[in-house]
């Protein structure tokens, strides 16, 4: 863990002096945890895929900007939320994903058990996308990238505190969107 | 009963709680069954969450290949450095302007006193030569103590102020061509290592 810290350092300082070799192996270490993050963000595919490769050319071009106080991932992540909203309000409208674009988690799904995951990940896709910014930042940097809330805060720039109440409004508000499906999810796994 | 502790689920949940905090909301949980489902329910949001797919996106090698394209071709310099780039830019112009204002001023100084050798200067235009003479400290004091008379002194005279003259524009000439010559060969320097690292890069 450290050896790779010190690692990414060698990097980040390399890329700093405009290697773009080791910004390469930087984006190769970061690029699927950032579009992780922007497409739950953006809730769209190709949205994502544009936000992500816009966070990366703005970090090439702020990259002397970053101080290693916070770590690197911090500090992308945070240009990726930016860049997610970005991407978003520009395009105004949440496109729907493609059924043909989602990883099925149920490796033979017939016809029925298909539609429902596809309608569950549609449903909770939805329910994400709406929540107000500053919110759902907070939900996907702990549900999907699990980070810490001190990490979070960090990568925010925001006071612990402030990362504890905007998750517990974000799951709320999530509560009451999903309130139907999670009481037949509850069902299932009781039964 | 206690009062519930809706709040402190969410961090008990992903394990941000520790010590006494811990221990209370552990406690708690096994007596109070409306925070029991409230835990449910987050527990449930959270799988729910965590069971919605991904789409499949590009592998990092082809992300980075295809962002490498994108990507300008150096990162931004930070403002120091910013101005540091721009001073190595300005510092040759700026020798050239203070070569430049020094050889001005002595071609303007030896026309002036040459204008006032032939007595082309009238008595207001005095002022203009006032100081601009040499001053010939060591013949002068040669021929006080009687070691130069005469056209020797004289000879000694005009050497002497010939040297108060030339001397240090010859040492401020070669000073700055010394100066400019190096930045030419540092840029030069760095301009071959730039080429090289190109060369090596492709």
């Known amino acids: 863990m450290i050896s790779t810290q010190i690692n990414e350092t060698a990097l980040v300082n390399q890329a700093q002096n405009g290697d773009r070799n080791a910004y390469g192996e930087l984006v190769r270490t970061h690029s699927q945890g950032v579009l992780n993050v922007v497409y739950r963000m953006c809730g769209n595919k190709h949205l994502a895929e544009d936000a992500a490769q816009e966070a990366f050319i703005q970090a090439w071009l702020k990259l002397s900007s970053y101080q290693p106080r916070a770590s690197f991932r911090s500090w992308l992540y945070r240009i990726a939320v930016n860049s997610a909203i970005d991407m978003l309000r520009k395009e105004k409208r949440i496109l729907p994903d493609a059924v043909e674009d989602y990883f099925l988690m149920d490796p033979s799904p017939g016809p029925e058990s298909m539609l429902a995951s596809t309608e569950r990940a549609e449903l909770v896709r939805k329910a994400i996308v709406t929540l107000p910014d500053a919110s759902r930042a907070v939900l996907v940097l702990r549900e999907y990238e699990g980070l810490s809330y001190q990490e979070i805060a960090e990568t925010i720039d925001i006071p612990i505190g402030t990362v504890m109440s905007r998750l517990n409004y974000a799951r709320k508000l999530l509560k009451e969107k999903l309130k139907m499906h999670l009481f037949s999810y509850a069902e299932a796994e009781h039964v | ?202």
């Open chain 2, 1 to 202: 009963m206690s009062d519930h502790i809706l709040e402190q689920l969410g961090p008990y949940l992903d394990g941000e709680l520790h010590g006494k905090s811990l221990q209370k909301v552990k406690l708690h949980l096994t007596e109070c069954i409306t925070c029991q489902e409230e835990y449910t329910s987050l527990e449930n949001l959270s799988a729910t969450l965590q069971e919605a797919p991904l789409p499949d996106f590009p592998s990092p090698e082809d992300f980075a290949s295809d962002l490498a394209l994108l990507l300008p071709r150096k990162p931004a310099l930070p403002i120091r450095e910013k101005a540091l780039e721009f001073g190595w830019w300005l510092a040759p112009i700026g020798l050239i302007a203070i070569w430049m204002f020094i050889s001005t001023t002595n071609l303007v100084s030896g026309a002036i006193t040459f204008a006032n050798s032939l007595g082309v200067l009238n008595d207001t235009s005095t002022w203009l030569v006032s100081g601009s003479a040499p001053e010939t400290y060591w013949s002068a004091a040669l021929g006080q103590f009687g070691f130069l008379s005469g056209n020797n002194l004289q000879i000694a005279e005009m050497a002497e102020a010939i040297t108060r003259i030339t001397i240090p524009q010859i040492v401020w000439q070669v000073s700055l061509a010394t100066l400019y010559l190096s930045w030419m060969a540092i840029w030069w320097a760095r301009h071959e290592r730039q080429g090289l690292g190109q060369a090596l890069e492709s």
